[in-house]
Nanobody, 124 residues
Framework: QVQLVESGGGLVQAGGSLRLSCAAS????????MGWFRQAPGKDREFVAA????????YCADSVKGRFTVSRDNAKNTVYLQMNSLKPEDTAVYYC?????????????????WGQGTQVTVSS
């Protein structure tokens, strides 16, 4: 089992930036891929980005491609989501999740552990 704690959310104006962090404990951090999802009020949880166990492969949803970057530091057991050029439609609770495999996944069912979420609000 993996324990995950997100941080870095907040209120930002459109066009601004935020960096989310997710600290992991439990299983060996370099033994699984990581993902970021988000959920806006009244909407389903949505895939945002994922990164492989080594950080060598990353994948972002089309809606954030070119604006968001996912990275990880295995020495610090931490995964990051750098969010630039934020838009009001990026407003959501952001969750990090630990994958069941070492390779990238995009569906929630392939992630066995989830953080509690951090709120990101982008004002227009």
């Amino acid at each position: 089992q993996v324990q995950l704690v997100e941080s870095g959310g907040g209120l930002v104006q459109a066009g601004g930036s935020l960096r989310l962090s997710c600290a992991a404990s439990g299983r060996t951090f370099s033994s699984y891929a990581m993902g970021w999802f988000r959920q806006a009020p009244g909407k389903d949880r949505e895939f945002v980005a994922a990164i492989s166990w080594s950080g060598g492969s990353t994948y972002c949803a089309d809606s954030v491609k070119g604006r968001f970057t996912v990275s990880r530091d295995n020495a610090k057991n931490t995964v990051y989501l750098q969010m630039n050029s934020l838009k009001p439609e990026d407003t959501a609770v952001y969750y990090c999740a630990a994958g069941d495999y070492i390779t990238i996944a995009t569906m929630p069912l392939h992630f066995g552990s989830w953080g509690q979420g951090t709120q990101v609000t982008v004002s227009s």
